[in-house]
């Protein structure tokens, strides 16, 4: 007879290993480097306060 049961150890390992897909790996990769996304992020800022008038000065700067 078929129907709900309480999972196992087994049920639990199997999930955990079928779920550790592309976002583990994203984080791993992450985890390895983040000096590469600091640095990224680092000039991303200051492209968007250059072309903003943020880092100028503001708006009146010519």
């Known amino acids: 007879m078929g129907g709900l049961r309480p999972a196992t150890d087994a049920d639990l390992q199997a999930y955990a290993q079928a779920h550790q897909g592309a976002l583990a ?15 990224g992020t680092a000039t991303h800022a200051g492209h968007v306060g250059s072309n903003t008038g943020i880092a100028s000065g503001g708006s009146d700067a010519q």
Request: hydrophobic share 45%.
């Open 25 to 39: 790996t994203a984080g791993n990769w992450v985890a390895d480097n983040w000096e590469y996304v600091a640095g």
